[in-house]
């Protein structure tokens, strides 16, 4: 637990610890509504009133509660099993074209981001073309360096599933899950806005953090020898290896931001009512507490004992507004990897790690290019 000052000056409670991460992240007695005037505001661009609210991860029960009700049967474990093989096939489709073309090859481009972005456009019912469009804005979005730079991609992406939701309703296709949400909307049990914000938070986050941690996972694979021979060599061993990226990556540096609703007294310290708490995902995933050796990447790593379970980890959160897609992103995740390193196991980074363009000034991490060749 520790006091810190925020980039506008506005002092924050940063969370790094695990069990006190995991203790906040589940207290009713905290917020994670975002018009709240007192919610932390942890960079220039979540001023913009298209973060105000966020639905899913920025909203109280109970509209976060029926929210989640309607949506996850979208996003269940039989769901996502059932889009496996299209996202096998689509894999071995990207390869296809990769080594067609010849190296070298941009991983990002040519293989992290399709990946996620034509599951999410086929589950949301979002055309598949304009990937461009909702790639560019999204990534305006969320790497805008100011409030005015990220209203201006926010309402672009608004406007354009506005149209879309225009669309299905004046000539349903019943197909995907904006489809779903115009049926709620007709039958009174959402408003547009509250649907729109709902597809715009689904979008983003089903394509651009995936991605991240597609490109992000092979490099670590890449750069540590030992553990990708290990993944090469026993197939059953891609889950576990999964976690341990997660784990190891986190992409969101923060698993919650939050305030307080009343006082919250842990460890002898007490977080009073309309602070603001920032739990960090990055450092929760290597306390020494749960994890030996935290900052090793072991996809062996005894994690399934009852003191470190395998997926404890909180890159997708905690508590009611833990991740709604973890399951889907694991899918595409242990996909993504098997199929990469089976099609090409002589893959090789192309430039040494430290010429790769990394984004910064984010709470995300990633690379804009992964330039790789075999």
């Given at each position: 637990?520790?006091?810190?000052?925020?980039?506008?000056?506005?002092?924050?409670?940063?969370v790094?610890?695990?069990q006190?991460?995991?203790?906040?992240?589940?207290?009713?007695?905290?917020?994670?509504?975002?018009?709240?005037?007192?919610?932390?505001v942890?960079?220039?661009?979540?001023?913009?009133?298209?973060?105000?609210?966020?639905?899913?991860?920025?909203?109280?029960?109970?509209?976060?509660?029926a929210?989640?009700?309607?949506?996850?049967?979208?996003?269940?474990?039989?769901?996502v099993?059932?889009?496996?093989p299209t996202?096998?096939?689509?894999?071995?489709?990207?390869?296809?074209?990769?080594?067609h073309?010849?190296?070298?090859?941009d991983?990002?481009?040519?293989?992290?981001?399709?990946?996620?972005?034509?599951?999410?456009?086929?589950?949301?019912?979002?055309?598949?073309?304009?990937?461009?469009?909702f790639e560019t804005?999204s990534?305006?979005l969320?790497?805008?360096k100011?409030?005015?730079?990220?209203?201006?991609?926010?309402?672009?992406?608004?406007d354009?599933?506005?149209?879309?939701?225009t669309?299905?309703?004046?000539?349903?296709?019943?197909?995907?899950?904006l489809a779903?949400?115009?049926?709620a909307m007709?039958d009174?049990?959402?408003?547009?806005?509250?649907l729109l914000?709902?597809?715009?938070?689904?979008?983003?986050?089903g394509?651009d953090?995936t991605?991240?941690?597609i490109?992000?996972?092979t490099l670590?694979?890449?750069?540590?020898p030992?553990?990708?021979?290990?993944?090469?060599?026993?197939?059953?061993?891609?889950p576990d290896?999964?976690?341990?990226l997660l784990?190891?990556?986190s992409?969101?540096?923060l698993s919650?931001?939050?305030v307080?609703?009343r006082?919250i007294?842990?460890?002898?310290?007490?977080?009073?009512?309309?602070?603001?708490?920032?739990v960090?995902?990055?450092?929760?995933?290597?306390?020494?507490?749960?994890?030996?050796?935290p900052?090793?990447?072991?996809?062996?790593?005894?994690?399934?004992?009852?003191?470190?379970?395998?997926?404890?980890?909180?890159t997708?959160?905690?508590?009611?507004h833990q991740?709604?897609?973890?399951?889907?992103a694991?899918?595409?995740?242990?996909?993504?990897?098997?199929?990469?390193?089976?099609?090409?196991?002589?893959?090789?980074?192309?430039?040494?790690?430290e010429?790769?363009?990394?984004?910064?000034?984010s709470?995300?991490?990633?690379v804009?290019e992964?330039?790789?060749?075999?």
């Amino acid at each position: 637990m520790h006091r810190v000052r925020l980039w506008n000056g506005d002092h924050v409670w940063l969370v790094t610890g695990h069990q006190h991460a995991r203790r906040l992240l589940s207290d009713p007695g905290v917020s994670a509504d975002r018009e709240r005037p007192d919610f932390p505001v942890v960079l220039p661009r979540f001023e913009a009133d298209i973060f105000k609210p966020l639905a899913l991860i920025g909203v109280d029960a109970p509209k976060h509660t029926a929210h989640r009700k309607l949506l996850a049967p979208e996003f269940g474990v039989r769901q996502v099993r059932s889009l496996q093989p299209t996202v096998t096939r689509l894999a071995n489709e990207l390869i296809d074209k990769m080594l067609h073309k010849g190296p070298p090859a941009d991983l990002v481009a040519d293989y992290a981001l399709p990946i996620p972005s034509t599951v999410i456009s086929e589950l949301l019912g979002v055309p598949y073309a304009d990937h461009d469009f909702f790639e560019t804005a999204s990534m305006n979005l969320l790497q805008a360096k100011d409030a005015e730079g990220a209203e201006a991609a926010g309402r672009a992406l608004w406007d354009y599933l506005d149209g879309l939701i225009t669309a299905e309703q004046r000539q349903p296709t019943g197909s995907g899950v904006l489809a779903k949400l115009v049926a709620a909307m007709d039958d009174d049990y959402f408003a547009r806005d509250e649907l729109l914000r709902i597809a715009l938070t689904l979008l983003l986050g089903g394509h651009d953090t995936t991605a991240s941690m597609i490109a992000l996972g092979t490099l670590t694979l890449l750069e540590n020898p030992d553990q990708l021979a290990a993944f090469k060599a026993d197939p059953a061993v891609v889950p576990d290896a999964v976690e341990e990226l997660l784990r190891m990556i986190s992409v969101t540096d923060l698993s919650g931001v939050r305030v307080a609703d009343r006082d919250i007294e842990i460890d002898g310290q007490v977080i009073r009512a309309g602070e603001g708490i920032v739990v960090c995902s990055s450092m929760a995933n290597r306390d020494p507490d749960v994890y030996d050796d935290p900052y090793t990447f072991d996809i062996g790593r005894d994690g399934r004992s009852e003191d470190a379970p395998v997926r404890r980890h909180l890159t997708f959160g905690y508590g009611v507004h833990q991740c709604l897609g973890q399951n889907l992103a694991r899918m595409e995740l242990e996909t993504a990897y098997r199929v990469l390193f089976e099609r090409i196991p002589g893959l090789r980074l192309a430039v040494p790690t430290e010429q790769l363009p990394v984004r910064r000034g984010s709470t995300m991490q990633g690379v804009h290019e992964l330039p790789v060749a075999w």
